[in-house]
């Protein structure tokens, strides 16, 4: 991975943004890393979209807000608009194609597109197509040890809901997997 | 051994305050900075501390100026617009001669303002935080892991000098996650507190904290030691950080939030061979002017970032005093200026 990977995380409230940051930044932490977290806050927490910057680096981090990412996850239409053209050249955009129903333009990203809402539900899987998108995220990226990140899902998983763990994981290798 | 954790800001401005002994915390609602009172709720009586949310910010101040007036360590927290309304208080705290802590995490305004990060009670926070003639020291935090340092910090200062001291943070590190480490056992230095009120059972003369005098000349000499206090917070309380300034043609200056995007923008700059540094005040009372002087040998001109409308630029050009051009650059009213703008103006001053 490149020395810093800036990563914007985007879509509705409650589809797991800030869950999902939380899983990379807790992965980071236990190698050691350089990391900031830093969620959008106020009217977005409260049903409308909803976005969370990821800094992960080996060096000291400036700026935590992410303006423009490496990395974008965008798990609906208006934060894929919003956020498209703010992408670094030669970035990667991760897209829920099954909440996302316009396709990316541009010729200088790469481009993935992950029908994750569709795939948690086929999986009985509600709700973790965050996770999904994670795991190819994760496949691409390798930001980290792929035990540093079963680590940091752990670590966001309260001990008494640990059955959460195992569909989380399930979600996750299903990621990978695309 | 300590280990990192991860925390909001707000929680470490929170658990900070427990393991620097603070034991009483008087606090009211409000975005972005509810999580350290959230916190709090949840600990303070777990370690046999008090935690009271008030009935408004005004009372809240005022509890903290009566339980600090006692001689124990107090702290409240808000966010701007709760802050003016503290400032009533605050002036007595400093008129009382009585240390206590004071957290704003700012957000826009004036008025009721945005939710959003800002840094608009620069010149409430270091001019006038209240009526009168009095200075608050004031800590800018710029990482979590500074929102957690700084705590201990302010009370042991405070303390020291019996002032009342500042965190002057915004909702980005507030509601932001990075790493912080704790010391292992935290040493607690509470400085002399023989002025408290605290009862003494007969066996010494009593302690009065009190901010009213009647007599024109005894306000005067009471105020004029104040300061005589004040000049030895500025000749030994100065603090701040300088990032590739030895050699820096642009020097950038900006504190807590605006410093992030700052440092950016500089290694920006650095990879593209323009030789720019940043200056990073951590008391912005007393103003790191000694450190700042520094860099105007080498500097060509400065750069002022901040997340408001041009505060503390007047700071920087009292400290240059004409001898380099200041110019500024901001954005205001919740809006955090990104990497690339404040990159673009330092190449415009570069040319």
């Not at chain 1, 800036?6 to 939380?22: E, H, P, Y």
């Not at chain 1, 099954?98 to 990203?109: L, P």
């Not at chain 2, 105020?223 to 300034?245: D, G, H, I, P």
Request: charged share 20%; with cysteine.
């Amino acid at each position: 991975m490149a020395n810093t990977m800036n990563v914007l995380l985007a879509g509705f409230g409650g589809q797991g943004i800030l869950f999902t940051g939380k899983v990379m930044v807790y992965g980071a932490l236990t190698e050691g890393k350089e990391l900031s977290w830093l969620p959008s806050y106020g009217p977005e927490m409260r049903g409308g979209t909803c976005n969370c910057s990821v800094v992960i680096s080996d060096e000291a981090i400036g700026s935590p807000l992410v303006t423009n990412p490496d990395v974008l996850v965008a798990m609906n239409r208006p934060s894929l608009e919003k956020f498209v053209n703010s992408v670094v050249p030669g970035g990667t955009i991760l897209v829920d194609s099954s909440t996302v129903d316009i396709k990316v333009e541009r010729t200088d990203v790469t481009v993935y597109y992950v029908p994750a809402t569709t795939l948690a539900d086929k999986n009985g899987l509600k709700g973790l197509a965050n996770i999904i998108l994670l795991g190819k995220l994760y496949k691409e990226m390798k930001f980290i040890s792929k035990e540093s990140l079963d680590k940091g899902l752990q670590k966001c998983i309260p001990a008494k809901k640990a059955e959460m763990l195992e569909f989380n994981k399930k979600a996750l290798e299903i990621g990978m997997e695309q | 051994m300590s280990e990192k954790v991860l925390m909001k800001g707000n929680e470490a401005l929170g658990e900070a305050a427990i393991q620097a002994g603070c034991r009483h915390f008087f606090g009211y609602p409000i975005t972005p900075q509810t999580e350290l009172s959230a916190y709090l709720s949840k600990k303070m009586p777990k370690v046999g501390g008090t935690f009271l949310q008030a009935e408004s910010e005004i009372a809240a101040i005022n509890m903290v100026l009566g339980a600090a007036g006692s001689g124990v360590r107090a702290m409240t927290s808000s966010s701007s617009p709760g802050i003016s309304l503290k400032s009533e208080g605050v002036s007595y705290i400093a008129g009382s001669d009585v240390p206590a802590v004071i957290i704003n995490v700012q957000r826009g305004g004036p008025g009721l303002g945005s939710i959003q990060p800002s840094q608009a009670d620069y010149w409430q926070a270091t001019k006038a935080l209240g009526h009168g003639d009095f200075q608050l020291l004031v800590f800018a935090p710029s990482t979590v892991q500074e929102m957690a340092d700084f705590v201990a910090l302010a009370f042991d200062t405070a303390e020291k000098y019996r002032m009342p001291a500042m965190i002057l943070s915004d909702g980005m590190l507030g509601q932001m996650m990075e790493p912080v480490v704790f010391p292992d056992a935290s040493e607690v230095h509470e400085g002399d507190k023989s002025w408290a009120a605290c009862g003494h059972k007969n066996q010494r003369k009593h302690n009065i904290v009190n901010s009213l005098y009647i007599e024109a000349k005894d306000l005067e000499q009471k105020v004029v030691e104040r300061y005589q206090r004040y000049e030895l917070v500025k000749a030994n309380e100065q603090r701040s950080e300088s990032y590739l300034t030895e050699d820096a043609d642009i020097v950038v200056v900006a504190f807590g939030a605006s410093s992030r995007v700052s440092r950016s923008a500089v290694n920006a700059a650095r990879a593209k061979g323009i030789k720019a540094g940043l200056f990073r005040p951590i008391t912005l009372w007393p103003y790191p002017v000694d450190a700042l002087e520094k860099t105007i040998g080498t500097a060509k001109k400065y750069l002022v970032v901040e997340m408001n409308m041009g505060q503390m630029i007047e700071d920087v050009k009292l400290a240059v005093n004409g001898r380099k051009p200041v110019e500024f650059f901001g954005r205001t009213g919740g809006i955090i200026p990104t990497p690339a703008e404040v990159l673009a103006q330092i190449e415009a001053m570069a040319k």
